[in-house]
């Protein structure tokens, strides 16, 4: 149980060239396989860090590579969605500012380690990557989620959306509470 946590962390960076692959595929299948893989992803995401938290296996190792493997999951999702034109024109803005933010976040909390400043993850925060995750979801099923529920890329967009919007606020605080800490001269 103790290696758990970092297990399943690892096997989500492992699913990013699978769900490359999948991408790769055309038609349906490969619509569901992306879509699939993504759940999965997203699944051990969530009990990663349930198990470490459960059952008091966190270690350093997975308190580094956890947000790594989310981040490099969401980004390789929205570039493959961009590249294959189903995020497109304004909806790029909202892909953009949650890439941004993700890359603001992570650098954020790097500096403040060397202060020995923690940054932990607001309620909203999780609210936004759950919300992002089903807008990527949504969005990575293409045509196979259409043929289901016809509005299935529209709903993708629209979640993207309120993801990038909260993307923004949960940003915004974080950059708040990180600059409390900032040294502006060594």
């Not at 493959?80 to 941004?100: K, S």
Request: proline share 3%.
């Amino acid at each position: 149980m103790h290696n758990l946590p970092n297990i399943l962390t690892m096997f989500r960076i492992a699913m990013i060239p699978a769900l490359y692959l999948a991408f790769q595929v055309d038609g349906h299948l490969g619509d569901w396989l992306c879509m699939v893989i993504f759940a999965a992803a997203c699944i051990t995401d969530f009990f990663d860090g349930w198990v470490a938290r459960r059952y008091d296996v966190q270690s350093g190792f997975g308190r580094m590579l956890d947000p790594i493997a989310d981040k490099l999951t969401i980004a390789t999702s929205l570039i493959l969605l961009a590249h294959a034109h189903l995020v497109t024109d304004i909806h790029l803005v909202a892909a953009v500012i949650i890439m941004c933010r993700e890359v603001l976040v992570s650098g954020l909390r790097e500096y403040l380690i060397e202060l020995r400043v923690s940054l932990p993850v607001s309620t909203l925060a999780k609210y936004k990557t759950t919300i992002q995750m089903i807008a990527i979801g949504f969005l990575l099923s293409d045509e196979a989620g259409q043929a289901i529920l016809a509005p299935a890329h529209d709903i993708g967009l629209v979640l993207l959306w309120i993801a990038a919007l909260l993307t923004l606020i949960t940003g915004y605080d974080y950059l708040r509470q990180g600059l409390k800490h900032a040294k502006w001269k060594d």
